[in-house]
């Protein structure tokens, strides 16, 4: 049995790439294989498995070595399980920069290409495997694609992601402006999460200088919802760095969708060091507005700096 999952903090290409690639293998290999997620799914994510038709894949079990398992949507060893170099990866499929640390004990199947999304990369394959694509993968394969690249906003989108998804959107008759609204609504439902909940939701640990962020990403349409939860998303952050032994700070960016820009919270001089030295702005309050920044592989990680 191979398992096939992506990174902590699952997002909607992670998961929806791990419930393909399981279709993928179980419908046109030899292995048998499930989908897992490695933590809770965001609203939108949820949405999108309902909508066409798909239970929320299993939390991924303790893994024990030497198990075959496939890696979707990410390359980074600190967002996978702790002993992921004991296991025997079968493929790792990702759109993301080469970050190293992954080791495997014989050669694998190993595809990297700059998109925006893990879907588009299975979608080229499937095409030039002749492999025909049922309409619920389509469906999660076009999902993805609009989730990652904001509805084409992302700086991270490219001709040919845009070109898969129309081409998807063509064949299952979705108008893609209305549904990519349907999307990003049920992604700015955050109701059911806590304040804690809302820092891990999507969220990624990376290291600027001698110090180590947890850098937190909300994409919404209403960033009022968020903002009115500002003080206990504070004293969140404050517990979780506490607990955490691997992070000095957290910071916390939140996109709104349709004004294309980013507020992250600056509430301690750490945070309001990032930022100013980051992005070139003078930050005065504890949150600062940063217009055109959506993307976090694009246009936050690259431009941290302390």
């Not at 690639?21 to 048998?32: F, K, P, S, V």
């Not at 394959?125 to 389509?138: G, Q, R, T």
């Not at 129309?166 to 439902?189: C, H, P, Q, V």
């Not at 030295?277 to 941290?304: C, H, Y």
Request: aromatic fraction near 6%; charged fraction near 20%.
């Amino acid at each position: 049995m191979v398992k096939v999952f992506g990174h902590i903090s699952p997002d909607t290409d992670a998961t929806t790439a791990a419930i393909v690639y399981a279709w993928y293998l179980n419908e046109h290999t030899a292995h048998d294989a499930t989908p897992y997620v490695l933590g809770d799914l965001n609203s939108e994510t949820s949405f999108v498995l309902q909508r066409f038709g798909f239970a929320v894949p299993e939390l991924l079990p303790e893994l024990t070595a030497g198990e075959s398992v496939v890696v979707v949507d990410t390359n980074n060893p600190q967002e996978l399980p702790a002993n992921i170099n004991e296991m025997n990866i079968v493929a790792l499929i990702d759109h993301h920069k080469l970050v190293g640390g992954l080791t495997t004990e014989t050669p694998t199947d190993i595809v990297i290409k700059p998109v925006a999304c893990t879907a588009t990369i299975m979608h080229d394959h499937f095409v030039a495997s002749s492999i025909s694509i049922p309409e619920n993968i389509a469906g999660l394969m076009l999902s993805a694609i609009l989730s990652d690249t904001l509805g084409f906003r992302s700086p991270t989108t490219t001709p040919h992601d845009k070109d898969v998804a129309e081409k998807l959107a063509g064949r299952l008759n979705i108008e893609i402006t209305s549904y990519a609204d349907e999307m990003f609504a049920a992604k700015s439902d955050i109701s059911s999460f806590s304040d804690s909940g809302l820092i891990k939701l999507d969220s990624k640990k990376y290291e600027v200088g001698d110090k180590n962020f947890r850098v937190s990403v909300i994409e919404t349409t209403n960033t009022d919802t968020v903002l009115a939860r500002k003080a206990g998303i504070v004293e969140a952050i404050k517990t979780c760095v506490t607990e955490e032994n691997d992070i000095d700070d957290v910071l916390f960016f939140v996109v709104d969708i349709f004004k294309e820009h980013a507020t992250v919270f600056t509430y301690n001089e750490l945070t309001k060091q990032v930022i100013t030295s980051s992005f070139g702005v003078t930050v005065e309050n504890d949150t600062e507005i940063l217009p055109g920044i959506l993307s976090r592989k694009k246009q936050i990680l690259p431009a941290l700096k302390l």
